[in-house]
């Protein structure tokens, strides 16, 4: 089974910054498009950044310029660098993956906040 295992969540003050790390396992890695999703308490789960197999990348008009996808195919993860924070960026993280199935990581908070 796929197994996703992510990093790197926290605390931080608006204007901060933050890397997410997602490790894949059991997976050609480097066949799928990886994607981090968050979702903020009583609102839906939103896409917030796609890194393709050949590495171009998908964002958010809400991240984008702020947060940069990458992908290290090598080590089977996939990163998620987060600067200029601010406190609507405050979520629950997900990585995820489709292959047969939809797969995802356990969900890692991150809390932008003074």
């Known amino acids: 089974q796929v197994q996703l295992v992510e990093s790197g969540g926290g605390l931080v003050q608006p204007g901060g910054s933050l890397r997410l790390s997602c490790a894949a396992s059991e997976i050609i890695f480097s066949m799928y498009d990886m994607r981090w999703y968050r979702q903020a308490p009583g609102k839906p789960r939103e896409l917030v950044a796609t890194?393709?197999?050949?590495?171009?990348?998908v964002y958010a008009d809400s991240v984008k310029g702020r947060f940069t996808i990458s992908r290290d195919n090598a080590k089977n993860t996939v990163y998620l660098q987060m600067n200029s924070l601010k406190p609507e960026d405050t979520a629950v993280y997900y990585c995820n993956v489709k292959s047969t199935y939809y797969y995802w990581g356990q969900g890692i908070q991150v809390t932008v906040s003074s």
């Open positions: 890194v393709k197999r050949d590495g171009s990348t």
